[in-house]
C-alpha cells in the first residue's frame, strides 16, 4: 500500500488568526509569555518554510469581546481558501454544557473559571467552530494551547476541522511563570524550525503530532491529542526543512535524540530499531572509528537491552570496548562510559539466569 500524497496548500491562499490571552482580571494566573507564543508562531508559518502568507495572519492578544475574535475568522474571500488556521494560547476554563457535558471555554481577560460563568465571559470553543463552519475553505485547522484542550475533538461540529490539542481532556497544560513561551508551543515551533531529518519533503500534520507525543511526553509533559478527519493528517502545514540530511552529520544526530527521547517514553523496540539504522548510515557514511559512531554504537547496544536482549548487549559492548581497546587506547571517556554498560548488562544478564 502507497502512502497519501502530502497536501500542499497554496501559500498565496492560506489565512490564519492566532489568538492569545496573557492578562486576566478575575483571577486566574498570567500567562505573559502568550505574546511570545503567537510571535514564534507566525514566524514559523510565514517564514520560509511556511504555508500561510503574512499578510493574511491576524494576531489577536487580550481580546476581551468574542465577538471581535469571531469577525477575524471571515476572511471574506472570493474564493475557498486552501487552509484556515485557528490557534489559541491561553487558559482552558470548563463552562457547564447541555446534557451534564463539560464546555471548553477560551479564557479571555474578564473570564472567570466558575462553571456557571466561564461560557458567558469567556469565547466558546462551539462558537469557534461555528465560525469556521461558515467560512469558506477546504481545509480548517485548529490548534489549541491550553487546558482541557482535548475536549475539542467531542465538540460537536469538529467534523470538518483537524484539531491538534495541547492536552487530553481533563489535564491541564504546562507553562512557568517567567518562561519565554508555552511548553506546548516551544516544541511546536521547534519542530517547523527545525524539522525531521529522516522525514517528507513536507510537515503533514499527522506527522506533527507523532513527533510531538514522543517528544513533550519524553519531557514528562502531557501528551497532545489530535482529531483527523479524513486524509487531513496528510495536510502540510510547512515545509521540512531538513528534509534530505538524515544522512548528515547533523541529520544523525537529530535522529539519535529523537530515538533517545523514544527510549524514554519507554518505546524500547522502536528505539532500537532507529538506533540500528543510525549506525548503520553512520558507519557507512562516516569515517571509520568516528567519535559519533562510537557513541550511536553505544546506545544501540542499550537499547538492544531494554528491549530484553542484555546478552546480545553485552556481546555488542564486548565488541565495541575491544575495537576502543586497539584503535583509541587513550579515549578513556568512552571506554569507561562502554564498561560500566556493558557490566551493567552482564549483570542483567545474571539476574534472568541467561548463560
Do not use: K
Amino acid at each position: 500500500m502507497t502512502a497519501a500524497p502530502i497536501v500542499v496548500p497554496r501559500r498565496s491562499n492560506s489565512a490564519a488568526v492566532l489568538v492569545g490571552t496573557a492578562t486576566y482580571t478575575e483571577g486566574l494566573p498570567p500567562m505573559r509569555c502568550v505574546a511570545n507564543n503567537i510571535t514564534d508562531l507566525h514566524d514559523a508559518i510565514t517564514g520560509p518554510a511556511g504555508v500561510v502568507d503574512p499578510a493574511r495572519v491576524t494576531r489577536i492578544v487580550d481580546e476581551s469581546d468574542p465577538a471581535v475574535i469571531l469577525e477575524r475568522l471571515d476572511h471574506g474571500a472570493a474564493r475557498p481558501l486552501d487552509l484556515l488556521l485557528f490557534y489559541y494560547a491561553g487558559h482552558g476554563v470548563l463552562g457547564a454544557g447541555q446534557h451534564e457535558r463539560q464546555q471548553l471555554c477560551l479564557a479571555l481577560p474578564h473570564s472567570v473559571d466558575r462553571p456557571d460563568r466561564a461560557a458567558r465571559t469567556s469565547l466558546p470553543f462551539d462558537a469557534v467552530l461555528q465560525a469556521l463552519g461558515g467560512v469558506r475553505a477546504r481545509h480548517r485547522v485548529v490548534i489549541l494551547d491550553c487546558c482541557f484542550a482535548g475536549l475539542a475533538v467531542d465538540t460537536a461540529g469538529t467534523a470538518d476541522t483537524h484539531v491538534l490539542a495541547a492536552t487530553d481532556r481533563v489535564e491541564r497544560a504546562r507553562f512557568a511563570q517567567g518562561a519565554r513561551v508555552t511548553d506546548f508551543t516551544r516544541e511546536l515551533v521547534r519542530l517547523l524550525d527545525n524539522g525531521i531529518a529522516d522525514g517528507a519533503e513536507h510537515l503533514d500534520l499527522a506527522s506533527v503530532y507523532r513527533r510531538l507525543a514522543v517528544v513533550l511526553a519524553a519531557e514528562g509533559l502531557p501528551r497532545p491529542t489530535q482529531c483527523a478527519v479524513n486524509s487531513t493528517g496528510d495536510l502540510a502545514i510547512a515545509r521540512n526543512v531538513a528534509h534530505g540530511t538524515a544522512r548528515s552529520r547533523s541529520g544523525l544526530l537529530a535522529r539519535s535524540r529523537f530515538a533517545q527521547a523514544l527510549g524514554r517514553t519507554r518505546q524500547y523496540a522502536r528505539t532500537r530499531d532507529l538506533l540500528g539504522e543510525i549506525v548503520a548510515d553512520a558507519t557507512e557514511v562516516l569515517p571509520a572509528g568516528d567519535p559519533d559512531t562510537v557513541v550511536y554504537r553505544h546506545l544501540y547496544a542499550s537499547s538492544v537491552g531494554s528491549a530484553g536482549a542484555p546478552s546480545t548487549a553485552t556481546a555488542l559492548l564486548d565488541e565495541l570496548i575491544a575495537e576502543l581497546t586497539a584503535t583509541r587506547p587513550n579515549d578513556e571517556p568512552a571506554l569507561d562510559r562502554a564498561t560500566l554498560s556493558r557490566d551493567f548488562w552482564r549483570t542483567r544478564t545474571v539476574d534472568a539466569g541467561m548463560p
